[in-house]
């Protein structure tokens, strides 16, 4: 099965605090896509990253990263020193190169607390 | 630069009722899609095309037609629209036969009475 799970419905911290984000895939496929979008309360959709399955380093952006460990078939992102600007609803996702279909998981709803 | 426009932005029907939400994009993307999103559940892919004349089904396709005729325009229809169909809709565009990143349209607010 082709899934992606994002356990955390909703997180919330003060500003400043670190917070990570969990992402679970499963896939059988060996080459496959995946990416993080973001959604602020305005409601449009943003693209954070994509990684592909043959590169497993990590990415640093600002205060954003992701780690990326096919081991644990895991993706998850990290916000350092999180800011209010970072209140959104974060969207993992999965696509598979046998068919040009985009998973989704259910996305994490994150609050950061002045 | 318009990216991807897709309108309405809000939409109020009666159920049976029967309507077609436009998508368009100036990116030359050969790869377009529509997205449902409700609470709790993220995005779920209805309907996709890899280019003009192609499309195949996603995750929820019952209840929705589509068609490309053209690399620019990928309207979504509701043939006969259901209470169950009340959710925000998302048209996208990507590069790559879709593995590239998404290029979201602004959404559709649609209600169904």
């Known amino acids: 099965a082709q899934k992606v799970t994002q356990a955390q419905t909703e997180i919330s911290v003060v500003e400043k605090e670190d917070v990570t984000l969990d992402c679970v895939y499963e896939?059988?496929?060996?080459?496959?896509?995946l990416f993080w979008y973001k959604q602020p309360p305005s409601g449009e959709l943003v693209f954070l990253i994509r990684r592909n399955s043959f590169d497993e380093q990590n990415e640093i952006s600002g205060r954003y990263s992701w780690n990326f460990q096919k081991s644990t078939s895991s993706f998850n992102f990290t916000i350092t020193a999180s800011q209010v600007v970072d209140s959104a609803v974060y969207f993992c996702a999965l696509v598979y190169s046998s068919a040009s279909k985009i998973i989704f998981g259910s996305g994490t709803r994150l609050s950061i607390r002045p | 630069n318009a990216g991807v426009t897709q309108t309405p932005k809000f939409q109020v029907l009666k159920t049976g009722q029967s309507m077609t939400l436009q998508c368009a994009q100036d990116m030359n993307h050969e790869y377009m899609s529509w997205y449902r999103q409700d609470p709790g559940m993220g995005l779920r892919l209805i309907h996709y095309s890899v280019g003009a004349g192609i499309t195949d089904q996603g995750e929820v396709p019952n209840g929705y037609n589509v068609s490309r005729s053209t690399t620019e325009d990928f309207p979504l229809r509701l043939l006969s629209a259901a209470p169950s169909q009340t959710s925000v809709y998302f048209c996208?565009?990507?590069?790559?036969?879709?593995?590239?990143?998404?290029?979201f349209g602004s959404g559709t607010q649609l209600s169904v009475l």
């Open positions: 896939t059988r496929d060996t080459t496959y896509y």
């Open positions: 996208a565009s990507s590069y790559d036969h879709g593995l590239g990143k998404l290029f």
